[in-house]
């Protein structure tokens, strides 16, 4: 499903809808370059997850992991400044992604042998200023379903 996003509010809102849907478990693999919008669709996830309004939503990229309490929990990983799956092992990264909670990974490309066979791959393209164009790809039938539930404009 391709979608185009207007604004970085529309982008909080496609993660608020994906968030509605979304399990124990589950595994979404966010790619894009930075300024492509990630951090807001992490906190319309966060939002759509029942994460408490007052805490901000914030890109993990120093601290590699930021924990939000919602309905679920959700794992928000920022995997940019590792090496690979040698080191998310050694970090213990793996037990989230088949726990309690939702596993929103930025730079996903950083995992080979780790990175979940069943996973939402959403990728994330800067346009201009507010406009971003926005991929989702389900890789296994819990995502096609998952997307087929979505409510949101166009799904091209």
């Known amino acids: 499903m391709r979608i185009i996003s207007e604004s970085p509010e529309a982008t909080e809102e496609l993660g608020v809808s994906l968030a509605r849907h979304l399990l124990p478990g589950d595994f979404i693999a966010l790619h894009g370059e930075l300024g492509a919008g990630k951090t807001r669709f992490a906190g319309g996830i966060a939002k759509g997850l029942g994460v408490d309004p007052a805490v901000p939503v914030t890109s993990p990229t120093y601290t590699l992991l930021n924990l939000y309490q919602g309905r679920i929990p959700l794992y928000h990983f920022d995997l940019y400044r590792l090496q690979g799956d040698a080191e998310v092992v050694e970090l213990g990264f793996t037990d989230y992604f ?56 166009d799904k091209n």
């Open 98 to 153: 088949a726990g309690e909670g939702v596993s929103l990974v930025e730079w996903p490309e950083r995992l080979q042998e780790e990175l979940p066979s069943a996973r939402l791959e959403i990728f994330m393209k800067y346009i201009d200023e507010h406009v971003r164009g926005i991929e989702l790809v389900p890789v296994a039938s819990r995502y096609e379903k998952l997307i087929a539930q979505l409510s949101i404009g």
